[in-house]
């Protein structure tokens, strides 16, 4: 019999969260309420209308707030260019969870 190699490692949740070791370059920018707002509404809706219409604002104000949050990502090296990006980002940094969804 052989002998049981290593798999590769296995990142668990416990590594995203705050004061994990694993994860100690982990940066979390500071969103305003009304961008986790904006996002929120983004993320649950079919299009950046509907968030809109939800919001009581403009598509374009929708944008405006996606655009500062992206930079704002961008800003600490953690990209987000995709809908999916930002969410698993809120998810990672608390602005939002899966019992949410």
């Given at each position: 019999?052989?002998?049981?190699?290593?798999?590769?490692?296995?990142?668990?949740?416990?590594?995203?969260?705050a004061?994990?070791?694993?994860?100690?370059?982990?940066?979390?920018?500071?969103?305003?309420?009304?961008?986790?707002?904006?996002?929120l509404a983004?993320?649950?809706?079919?299009?950046?209308?509907?968030?809109?219409?939800?919001?009581?604002?403009?598509?374009?104000?929708?944008?405006?707030?996606l655009?500062?949050?992206?930079?704002?990502?961008?800003?600490?090296?953690?990209?987000?260019?995709?809908k999916t990006?930002?969410?698993?980002?809120?998810?990672?940094?608390?602005?939002?969870?899966?019992?949410?969804?």
């Amino acid at each position: 019999m052989g002998h049981a190699v290593p798999g590769p490692s296995v990142t668990c949740i416990s590594d995203y969260r705050a004061g994990d070791s694993a994860v100690a370059d982990h940066r979390r920018p500071v969103l305003s309420s009304r961008e986790v707002e904006v996002l929120l509404a983004w993320l649950a809706a079919e299009s950046k209308d509907e968030a809109a219409s939800s919001l009581f604002i403009s598509a374009s104000t929708v944008s405006t707030h996606l655009a500062r949050i992206r930079a704002k990502y961008s800003a600490i090296g953690r990209d987000a260019p995709t809908k999916t990006h930002l969410l698993a980002r809120a998810l990672q940094d608390g602005y939002t969870s899966l019992d949410r969804w």
